[in-house]
Structure formats: structure tokens, C-alpha cells
């Protein structure tokens, strides 16, 4: 039976691999979208050392997903996927091709390939356990997670608050450790039928080169002018989601006097973080064995031969 699903397309790559230049032009050619895939870009704030499209190049190419939530809130995977389906399914419905476009695997995973079913976010009771981590430690809230749920304790680092929040949440509102629900869940068949392309150098040391360039950019620019607008922020820690962010990580920890450095090993600090990311996101793209792999320089044709062929299937 032929698949009758809309079509969308997944533009993923390592950071500072050239997707947001490419996505505008294929948003202006299909006159569709983007569907922002980037754990930094949908908090408010994060502009510099997010390299969050300006307003000039949301005006070419809309982008969905991105200022959704304040730096000092918590936007996860499961957040993700649910605000990322509608506007999806409204492009869909006017006959575009939604453009998901971005370098965060997790939130690729929580939307193409599924979440188990869930309990929703519970401010109040993640209000409750922010209070108790403030006062007893991240560390002891690890091992109560361990204590109701070895597998999560395993798997989850102590120094990952997110998650450490998300499982407790999750076993304190249910009874149930989240592990169970991982296991036990239903996961939907996605309701698109997605074209997966790497964006990516095939020479690594170009990639290098883009990111140490890209944050020099980004210095000239005034990113630690922006770092010192959000410490001035009294609900911001170093521990939230949005400030461990590859360069505001490094970049409040300078500003807080906690190392010696200075401005250049700073910058070279935030540079090798940068690329460590980039190997990260490559490890997790090699995972994903229906994705097409180009370089921006040299496959331009085949890139755009790729996109004439899947929007043509309809």
C-alpha cells in the first residue's frame, strides 16, 4: 500500500556544519518552514552564543520552537516533540514540507523515532524537588533515585539535574520508576514520512576550523556582554539546562573567577568544549542508519538533487 503520510524533511548535522544557511534557502525554494531541532535556540536570551538566527533571516525562513521558554525554565525532549507536531501538521495541511532543522539527537529521537507514554510536567511538584536539591544537594537526590530506580540511577549522572528532576518527578506523581515507563510504553508510528540528511565536512579539521571561527564571531559580537545579562538574572544557576549550554558553561564559569584563565585560554577552553560537542553529535548521527551523509562544499548537486526527488513523490 503506498504510504499516504505527508512528507518532512530532517536537516541534522554537528554544530557550526552550515544547516541554518542551507535551510533558508530550501525554506525559500519549497516556501515552507523550519521546525528548529536545537536544545539552546528555545530559550530567550540565548542569542549570541546560541547563533540564533536574527530577524532578518526569520523573516526569509520562520522558525518555529525557537524563544519558547525563559533560560531559568526547563524544556525537555517530551516538550519538544509535542510543540513540535503542530506546526508540523499546519504546514502539512497547506501542502509545505516541514524543514526540521537542528543538532540536538534527543529531541530528533523524542519526535521521529517516539516517547514512551508519559505523566505531563509537574511544576509545582519540580518546584518541590529544585527546593530540595538546593538544600541537600544534587548528589543526595541522585541516590534517592538509585533507591527507587537502579537502572535510572545507572544511567543518569549525578550531575545531570534535568533528568535526575524528570525521573523523580516521574516516580513521586506515578509510583512507577521511570525505567518501567520506558520499557512498558506504546510508542506511535510517526505520522510524517521523513527524509534524514547529515550535513557534515567530511574533513573534520573543516569542521574545526568553522566552530573556532564561528566563536571568535561570537566574542567580537559581545557574547559575554550577553552572559553578564543573564547572571544578572537571580534565578539563573550554572546547573540549569539553558547555562550548561557548550560556551555558556565556560563562559560563566570565567565570568565567576573559578579558574585562572584568562580571556584566550577561556576562549580556547570554550572552543575545544565547541568540538567535543561536534564528536558527539557525529557519534550519535552515525547511529542513525536511514540518514543520507553530505558536505556542504562538495555535494551541493546531490544535496539538491536529494530534495527534488523526495518533494516530487507525492
Known sequence: MHDQRPLAIALMGPTASGKTALAVDWAQQLDTQVISVDSALVYRGLDIGAAKP??????????????????????????????????????????????????????????????????????ALRAVIAAQAAERGWPALHAELAAVDPDAGLRIKPQ????????????????RPISQWQREGVRRRFP???????????????????????????????FLD??????????????????????????????????????DTFRDHAVAATRQLAKRQVTWLRAQAEARWFDP???QAELAQALRLFVTRR
Not at 545531570?160 to 509510583?175: H, K, S, W
Not at 550554572?238 to 560556551?247: C, E, I, K, N, Q
Request: net charge neutral; charged share 25%; proline share 8%.
Open 192 to 222: 510524517f514520512r521523513v527524509l534524514r540528511l547529515v550535513l557534515a565536512p567530511a574533513d573534520r579539521a573543516v569542521l574545526h576550523e568553522r566552530i573556532a571561527r564561528r566563536f571568535d564571531q561570537m566574542l567580537a559580537d559581545g
Open 297 to 299: 562544499a562538495q555535494d
Open 54 to 123: 536574527d530577524a532578518a533571516t526569520l523573516a526569509l525562513a520562520p522558525h518555529h520552537l525557537v524563544d519558547v521558554r525563559d533560560p531559568h525554565e526547563v524544556f525537555s525532549a517530551a516538550d519538544f516533540a509535542r510543540q513540535a507536531l503542530p506546526p508540523m501538521h499546519a504546514l502539512a495541511a497547506r501542502g509545505r514540507v516541514p524543514l526540521l532543522v537542528g543538532g540536538t539527537g534527543l529531541y530528533f529521537s523524542a519526535l521521529l523515532n517516539g516517547l514512551s507514554d508519559m505523566p505531563p510536567a509537574d511544576p
Open 226 to 263: 550577553e552572559v553578564r545579562r543573564l547572571r544578572a538574572d537571580p534565578r539563573l544557576h550554572p546547573d540549569l539546562p539553558s547555562m550548561r549550554a557548550v560556551g555558556y558553561r565556560q563562559a560563566w564559569r570565567f565570568l565567576d573567577g573559578d579558574t585562572d584563565a584568562d580571556a
Open 160 to 175: 545531570d539535574p534535568q533528568r535526575i528532576t524528570r525521573a523523580l518527578e516521574v516516580y513521586r506523581a506515578t509510583g
